[in-house]
């Protein structure tokens, strides 16, 4: 059976910055939930970062991948650097993948760790900018296929491939 990573957000857990959750009932999530197939994992919180806590974003003009060569930070809406947090959380997603076997996962759009297709610019006023996450930028590194709680149709086809060996 394939597992699949999911933040603990989009379980209804209150790990989020602000101390909630997201919960989500599609269908595909509640499937696969029956099937034992989640593995639930908040990056943010398996770095260290207490719950709540300040917002953060990655530095205007920089991003996730800049994040994980030491060249950029992620700052709290506080001004303290998080970026440690950030990219211990991401690793610790990573190692939750392995010896599982897991090859996708489905993330928190928008958040500076699991943003899969847009995070925020950095300056806290709420602007969107094409982009992902420190923890979906490794991920993919790595080879997983990530998707954000927007995409659960094409996550299902994903899953289906990979148990068929078509995976991608």
Same mark, same amino acid.
């Given at each position: 059976m394939q597992y699949v990573l999911v933040s603990s957000c989009l379980l209804g857990k209150p790990v989020r910055y602000d101390g909630r959750g997201v919960p989500n009932?599609?269908?595909?999530l509640a499937r696969w939930l029956d099937e034992g197939r989640v593995v639930?994992?908040?990056?943010?919180v398996a770095g260290g970062m207490p719950v709540p806590r300040p917002p953060a974003e990655?530095?205007?003009?920089k991003d996730a991948a800049a994040v994980l060569a030491g060249h950029a930070r992620v700052? &709290?809406?506080t001004g303290e650097d998080v970026t440690a947090p950030f990219v211990r959380g991401a690793r610790e /997603?990573?190692?939750?993948?392995?010896?599982?076997?897991?090859r996708m996962a489905v993330l928190k759009e928008g958040s500076p760790?699991?943003?899969?297709?847009?995070?925020?610019?950095?300056?806290? &006023?709420g602007r969107r900018r094409p982009g992902v996450g420190v923890t979906a930028e490794l991920l993919r590194? /790595?080879?997983?296929?990530?998707?954000s709680e927007k995409q659960w149709t094409e996550a299902g086809a994903c899953l289906a491939d990979l148990e068929d060996g078509n995976g991608r």
């Open positions: 009932g599609d269908a595909v639930a994992v908040c990056p943010e990655i530095e205007p003009g700052v &709290a809406t /997603a990573l190692a939750a993948t392995q010896g599982r076997g897991i760790s699991c943003g899969s297709g847009y995070v925020y610019d950095g300056h806290f &006023a590194r /790595a080879g997983l296929q990530v998707f």
